[in-house]
């Protein structure tokens, strides 16, 4: 007789090799380095201090 196979460890695998594929796919859609969003996060901030300083006083 053959060795009994397990069913949900081969639906398991299956699952995480969908998921990973899924995340590789969103992490090059999606994903930016830190030092991308760092440099986006401060762009951000100096342009809000350009229009907070330009606004004027009633």
């Known amino acids: 007789m053959t060795e009994p196979v397990n069913l949900n460890k081969y639906r398991k695998?299956?699952?995480r090799t969908e998921n990973k594929a899924r995340a590789d796919q969103n992490a090059v859609a999606f994903g930016r380095t830190k030092a991308e969003k760092d440099l986006a996060k401060k762009q951000q901030h100096k342009l809000n201090q350009d229009h907070?300083?330009?606004k004027l006083d009633k």
């Open 13 to 15: 695998e299956k699952a």
């Open 52 to 54: 907070e300083g330009r």
